[in-house]
C-alpha cells in the first residue's frame, strides 16, 4: 500500500510562486511514475505533470510548460511541483498520484494510477 500527503497550497496573487510538496510511503516499487494533477470546480480532473522518478524523464501539460517544474527527491521520497508567474486559472484543488508502471503515453491520464493524496487547494487571484 502507498500513502502520499500533499502539503503547501495556499492563496497567492497572479504572477507569485508556490511550491507543493507530496510525502510517500509504501511499496517502493508503487511511485516508480509519479505525477501532478488539478482538478477546477465543475472540471474534470487534469493532468499537470508526471516524472518517471527513476531516470528523472519528465512530461508537462501545455498550459504549464516553462511556469511548472516537477522534481522527486529520492532520498527524501518526496514529489514537488514548484509553480512560478501562476494565474488565477492556475487555481483548483491539486493531487499527487503515483503509478508502479505508466506507458510514456499516458502519463499525464488520470485512469492509470493506482494511488492518490487527499489534495490541496491553491487559490490564484487577479
Known amino acids: 500500500q502507498v500513502q502520499l500527503v500533499e502539503s503547501g497550497g495556499g492563496s497567492v496573487q497572479g504572477g507569485g510562486s508556490l511550491r507543493l510538496s507530496c510525502a510517500a510511503s509504501?511499496?517502493?516499487?508503487?511511485?516508480?511514475?509519479m505525477g501532478w494533477f488539478r482538478q477546477a470546480p465543475g472540471k474534470e480532473r487534469e493532468g499537470v505533470a508526471a516524472?518517471?522518478?527513476?531516470?528523472?524523464?519528465?512530461v508537462y501539460a501545455d498550459s504549464v510548460k516553462g511556469r511548472f517544474t516537477i522534481s522527486k527527491d529520492n532520498a527524501k521520497n518526496t514529489l514537488y511541483l514548484q509553480m512560478n508567474s501562476l494565474k488565477p486559472e492556475d487555481t483548483a484543488m491539486y493531487y499527487c498520484?503515483?503509478?508502479?508502471?505508466?506507458?510514456?503515453?499516458?502519463?499525464?491520464?488520470?485512469?492509470?494510477?493506482?494511488?492518490w493524496g487527499q489534495g490541496t487547494q491553491v487559490t490564484v487571484s487577479s
Open positions: 498520484a503515483a503509478a508502479g508502471y505508466i506507458r510514456s503515453s499516458r502519463r499525464l491520464l488520470k485512469d492509470d494510477y493506482n494511488y
Open positions: 509504501g511499496y517502493p516499487g508503487s511511485t516508480n511514475y
Open positions: 516524472i518517471n522518478t527513476g531516470v528523472g524523464t519528465t
